[in-house]
């Protein structure tokens, strides 16, 4: 299927008329490999030069290609479209950004946005949370594939394939895992027990009191005249258990100067490390920070950045000193199962 749709694209590009022969958009669909009734409706925001080739596989119809500032109006007027794709956003107006995206959701469409790592604060911040979008940060082909994926289950349900070549097996593959994933972490934080497996400590004060009712107790203790030296305060214990979680982080990074980086990827514990210890050290953290924590692509960062946010565990706070930015921060429900996940270690 794939060397179809490429020997199709490649006569396009050489026949007369064709969009490789000066015409200013590629055409509404590419070989006429997908029936226009199957297909997502796709404008493509930037040059003609940019819009990737494999995108036909993921059952898209490339309805238009235009210039940011033309976009807008655009997309109010047609009401057929689906996904809205910005190539190379971190170039477009913060204006013009912001009346594409609200175009977008007055029309509900989804967002596809590739941009730069450097950029990356900036237009998470500039991009409204109510829509649902997908970043793309030196995003390959496959990645590509997978956010028109995510793009059109939003709005379809269901993704009929109409290829099976190794890439989509992989697109499947990640599909499930992250679904999968994200079951798991909606049950941790609905938890209030901890991490599954993990120890059960002592019960709370009041629990135990209530095994002794009627019997002769000690008079309650009032600790609060002891030494000030024999009192442990809380910042202390935070910058000590801060300092643990950076030295399992630094040991995870270890490995991969003796392994390959990928055996061992496991962004989403990575990215709840990382947030635990920028909360113990009082400290924000960027999203694109937040990237680098996780040792893999960035793409694949921002994929569990949103599934972890969507799973009640991340939360988005405003950065109150620059409005072009915002923070990750952890959940209080992920908080307090870290913090026990650690006094079980420590025991």
Do not use: N
Request: net charge negative; hydrophobic share 45%.
């Amino acid at each position: 299927m794939m060397g179809q749709v490429m020997q199709t694209l490649d006569t396009l590009a050489t026949a007369p008329g064709g969009f490789g022969a000066g015409r200013a958009d590629p055409p509404a669909t590419i070989g006429g490999a997908i029936p226009d009734g199957g297909a997502s409706p796709l404008l493509f925001v930037g040059s003609a030069a940019d819009w990737p080739d494999t995108a036909s596989l993921a059952e898209v119809r490339l309805v238009r290609t235009l210039p940011p500032l033309r976009a807008a109006d655009y997309i109010r007027k047609t009401a057929t479209l689906d996904i809205i794709w910005l190539a190379a956003a971190e170039t477009i107006e913060g204006e013009t950004l912001g009346d594409i995206c609200a175009a977008a959701g007055e029309r509900g469409c989804s967002l596809i946005c590739e941009t730069t790592l450097v950029a990356l604060d900036r237009l998470v911040a500039a991009i409204p949370a109510a829509l649902d979008v997908q970043f793309l940060v030196d995003a390959d082909p496959t990645d590509r594939l997978v956010a028109l994926a995510a793009a059109r289950r939003t709005r379809h349900g269901i993704l009929h394939d109409i290829a099976r070549d190794d890439a989509m097996e992989r697109i499947d593959r990640l599909q499930e895992e992250v679904a999968r994933i994200s079951r798991l972490l909606g049950d941790l934080a609905g938890q209030r027990g901890g991490l599954p497996g993990t120890p059960i400590g002592f019960a709370s004060r009041a629990e135990e009191l209530t095994d002794y009712v009627g019997q002769v107790r000690a008079p309650a203790r009032d600790f609060a005249a002891m030494p000030r030296s024999f009192i442990p305060e809380e910042r202390t214990l935070d910058r000590q258990r801060a300092k643990a979680v950076r030295r399992m982080l630094r040991q995870r990074r270890m490995r991969e100067q003796y392994f390959p980086a990928d055996l061992f990827a496991d962004p989403a514990w990575d990215m709840l490390l990382d947030l635990y210890a920028a909360r113990l050290e009082r400290q924000p953290v960027s999203v694109s920070s937040l990237c680098i924590a996780a040792a893999v692509p960035a793409t694949t960062a921002l994929r569990w950045i949103k599934t972890m946010t969507d799973a009640g565990l991340f939360l988005r706070e405003d950065d109150p000193h620059d409005g072009r930015r915002i923070f990750i921060a952890l959940a209080e429900g992920a908080s307090d199962a870290l913090g026990r996940y650690f006094e079980a270690l420590e025991e």
